[in-house]
């Protein structure tokens, strides 16, 4: 199965260019999902959140859990691992994990997020960077 959509991370306090502990929320909407064993599946959603030690100059990774909610109310939940890495001004984190609960438990989870990080004069601003949105794609392989 496959999703496209995109994905928006608010900051809480703003990210600056000084280490701090952050709350960051996700929202993301897969307005596009194909399924070929399950072709009932044609959108999906989820949101979640994590605290993290960050700053506009790092580049974090670490673990979590989500959970992805269908158009058909069904659910998906899957542990994962992520890495973010940087490259021609965009930031991309890549989430790979297990599917735990839910539709297509056993399956293997591949996550992608871009986000274009045009606003970095923000890093420098009192108030910090406190949302960015990007491009998301989601694979569940079984």
Do not use: H, K, W
């Not at 608010?10 to 897969?30: K, L």
């Not at 297990?98 to 539709?103: A, E, F, M, P, S």
């Amino acid at each position: 199965m496959t999703c496209t959509g995109s994905s928006t991370s608010s900051y809480s306090p703003g990210i600056t260019n000084t280490a701090q502990t952050v709350n960051v929320s996700y929202s993301t909407t897969y307005p596009t999902c194909l399924s070929l064993t399950n072709p009932s599946l044609t959108s999906a959603s989820n949101s979640s959140s994590i605290t993290i030690s960050t700053s506009c100059t790092a580049l974090p990774s670490g673990s979590g859990t989500s959970t992805i909610t269908f158009n058909t109310g069904q659910t998906m939940t899957y542990s994962f691992t992520y890495v973010t890495a940087e490259a021609n001004g965009e930031a991309v984190v890549t989430q790979t994990g297990t599917v735990t609960g839910g539709l297509f438990t056993g399956s293997t989870v591949a996550r992608q997020v871009t986000y274009l990080t045009s606003d970095l004069a923000a890093c420098s601003a009192p108030s910090g960077l406190t949302s960015i949105t990007g491009l998301t794609l989601l694979n569940v392989i079984p």
